[in-house]
């Protein structure tokens, strides 16, 4: 008995105050009796939590007998609300609820008025853990939806149910962020209209007071919106993913592709060529330029004079060069001594 989202609809309101009641009249009435002129499945009562499955067993045919056509059944959702009753009844008496179920399914099979009616047994399925949680949830609300209903007209009473309602239905919020199942969100929105028109309690008429329900819409994802076929998860992760994720993601891709052009490719890139000589080509240009400024006032720039012309390949005699220098290097320093003297001179007078 695979699990399966098909049938699986949440009840509104009025749908679970009509099948809660008729089901739980039904199973009363089961209760304490004879099962032998009754009942006629395989199940006995000396097995573990036997005659609990077996009074469930009468309930759910006589339940089905109740709405007498499977057309009837689906207007008012009696196969969604017996399933998640039967669900929960599994889950209460075996951590392995697939076993109970099949338990109720094959007595369903096996039963000719059933058969003969064809209500159909396949309604009866085990429910995610998910999809029974969320259900069990809205179902709780209902319950004391349902009481505030019963108890409106004794204000202690009321006030409890009706805060009841608004903080169980708040909740829902915490316990899903995100809510990913249409069916779901339109249920609660249903409850949150009905809710707001039916409790009319003046607020300071309860203390504390009634909190404000708040609204799913912003909560929900539209899954009739997607394509089909397409995944809610996958198309909610890919709307609100991480900018900042995706660009290093991004960045990361157009690295790699980089090392691999590189890998690929053992001559280096003319760009490269043309970029890498510029910064230390420029920089001796610039260091020559001032070199060849200053060979005209030092007698360093004798020497540098005297390297270029023998890097171009001229056949002056380096020696009458460096004569030369020396001779004008030693008249700079006579004049300069000269001076000198004339100064002291001019000062001692």
């Not at 009840?11 to 679970?16: A, I, K, N, P, S």
């Not at 929960?88 to 076993?99: C, F, G, L, P």
């Not at 990361?252 to 890498?276: A, M, V």
Request: a neutral charge.
């Amino acid at each position: 008995m695979l699990d399966s989202e098909e049938d699986e609809r949440y009840d509104t309101f009025e749908q679970y105050k009509s099948n809660e009641a008729i089901l739980e009249q039904i199973n009363k009435g089961v209760r304490g009796k004879n099962f032998s002129d009754i009942y006629n499945g395989s199940v006995n009562e000396d097995m573990e939590n036997g005659r609990k499955i077996i009074e469930d067993s009468i309930t759910l045919k006589r339940y089905l007998l109740h709405f007498n056509t499977t057309e009837s059944c689906n207007k008012d959702n009696c196969y969604g609300y017996l399933n998640y009753w039967l669900n929960q009844k599994a889950r209460k008496y075996s951590t392995s609820s697939n076993s109970i179920l099949t338990l109720y399914s094959t007595y369903m099979n096996n039963d000719s008025e059933l058969k003969q009616k064809n209500l159909c047994s396949s309604k009866i399925k085990h429910m995610s853990f998910d999809k029974y949680k969320k259900m069990d949830e809205i179902y709780k609300i209902y319950r004391s939806y349902k009481y505030y209903n019963l108890r409106k007209n004794h204000e202690q009473l009321s006030c409890s149910r009706a805060k009841s309602c608004a903080t169980e239905y708040n909740n829902i919020l915490s316990k899903y962020p995100k809510i990913e199942d249409i069916k779901f969100c339109k249920v609660l929105e249903d409850f949150k209209k009905d809710f707001e028109q039916n409790v009319l309690l003046p607020k300071k008429q309860c203390y504390p007071e009634i909190p404000n329900l708040v609204s799913y819409k912003d909560k929900c994802i539209n899954l009739k919106s997607l394509p089909n076929g397409e995944d809610a998860h996958s198309q909610y992760k890919t709307n609100h993913e991480d900018p900042g994720e995706k660009s290093v993601e991004l960045s990361y891709t157009q690295t790699q592709q980089i090392i691999r052009s590189t890998e690929g490719n053992n001559t280096p890139s003319s760009s490269l060529d043309s970029t890498l000589p510029i910064i230390p080509f420029g920089s001796v240009i610039g260091l020559l330029f001032i070199l060849l400024s200053l060979y005209k006032f030092t007698p360093f720039g004798k020497i540098l004079k005297l390297q270029i012309q023998r890097f171009k390949g001229l056949t002056r005699n380096s020696d009458d060069e460096l004569y030369e220098m020396q001779q004008n290097t030693s008249e700079y320093h006579d004049r300069n001594t000269e001076y000198n003297e004339y100064n002291i001179s001019y000062n001692s007078l």
